[in-house]
């Protein structure tokens, strides 16, 4: 249960998310005074917060014992779903390959690039587009036949990349159709421009509160929308790293929402997708690229990618995986989009 769902005032409620107290579990270990100097309340509209908060809690535990426990399920079963999980071409078959055949569903994604290089030299807005697009490939092309959600908080959505990127997708879907097809037609691919745009919801939040509320909403919005199959946030990090003196503060509310993230990705069988900036982390006395937000954060993503420039030629690290080796691979950005690199040599190189 969402603190969005307690029966108190609005002004109470906004209090809460601002605070990072945005599920029922987050209240449980506060003690009345505490939320109230914290809210800058009365300890008598704490402690009714905290009442109706422990209620709610018993009403979504029916033994009121504890978490619901479900059935075991062995190695042997997780080990077939996840081959079997679907996965989001980049359009880039060395990138593909470094991921196992594309971003996975059901997992937690997150991709940053070096400091100092903007999105369009290292392409993160054309990759985010790029998988907004794919995600719509219809099943008959190996691809999901699924929507997107594109969560953007920092004004930096290129719809015209959009447009040129489902341009080149229905071109290539045509290429692929008359080449295993002998007598296909490319009137057989049906999809239009249009129609990928419209299967692309575009959310532009412009506060963290805003970014925490839009991700609570989230359950409710895929539930009534159906077949969202990857979740986008352009970017994770950037209305946490300005004026953010209270470090606790935004370890708690990041928590929340990577739980909340995760959690989603789990429901719908989606994939999610984040992207974070990338800074310097001194490890065994040198200087190593990470990705930002500190460690508790690290743990948040089931994958993590960093993008880099090697020489004059693109190149993405796979950082953390759970199950592939940590390597890279070159990849090419073009007006069509991710592609392969122009290079010839694009053998996967181990690190």
């Known amino acids: 249960m969402e ?35 914290e809210l800058e309340i009365s ?47 980049t359009s ?29 030299q290292l392409g993160y807005g054309f990759l985010l587009i790029q998988l907004a697009v794919n995600v719509q490939i219809p099943g008959a092309f190996g691809g999901l036949d699924g929507k997107a959600v594109y969560i953007d908080t920092e004004g930096s959505f290129m719809v015209e990349r959009a447009v040129q990127i489902a341009e080149a ?9 008359v080449l295993v097809k002998k007598n296909a037609t490319p009137h057989q691919v ?19 509160t805003e970014q925490i509320a839009l991700v609570n ?7 009534e929308h159906k077949d969202v199959k990857v979740i986008i946030v352009d970017s994770v990090t950037f209305h946490f790293r300005q004026n953010f003196d209270d470090l606790a503060l935004r370890t708690r509310l990041l928590s929340e929402m990577a739980l909340k993230l995760m959690k989603l990705a789990k429901k719908f069988n989606s994939a999610v997708v984040l992207l ?13 690229l990470t990705l930002a937000l500190g460690d508790s954060w690290s743990h948040s993503c089931t994958n993590r990618i960093i993008l880099y420039w090697n020489g004059d030629e693109r190149y993405a690290y796979l950082e953390k995986s759970p199950s592939l080796q940590s390597a890279s691979a070159p990849y090419s950005v073009t007006c069509r989009g991710i592609r392969n690199s122009t290079s010839s040599n694009k053998r996967t190189k181990m690190i």
């Open 3 to 37: 603190v969005g769902r307690l029966p108190i005032s609005a002004t109470l409620r906004g209090k809460l998310i601002s605070a990072g107290y945005t599920t029922l579990s987050s209240l449980a270990s506060v003690s009345p005074s505490d939320l109230a100097r």
């Open 43 to 89: 300890n008598n509209e704490a402690f009714e917060i905290l009442k109706f908060a422990s209620h709610g809690s018993r009403l979504d535990r029916p033994d009121g014992s504890g978490a619901i426990v479900n059935g075991a399920e062995t190695a042997w079963d997780m080990l077939h779903k996840e081959q079997l999980l679907p996965r989001i071409t």
């Open 92 to 120: 880039c078959a060395d990138l593909d390959n470094l991921l196992g055949g594309g971003i996975n569903s059901s997992e937690v994604t997150e991709i940053g690039g070096v400091p100092g290089i903007g999105k369009t």
């Open 169 to 177: 997708c229905i071109e290539d879907m045509t290429d692929y159709s």
């Open 190 to 208: 049906q999809i239009q421009p249009k129609d990928i745009l419209e299967n692309i919801f575009y959310f532009r939040v412009c506060s963290y």
């Open 217 to 223: 909403y989230l359950d409710k919005f895929i539930t």
């Open 276 to 288: 974070n900036q990338v800074t310097t982390k001194f490890t065994e006395g040198s200087f190593q």
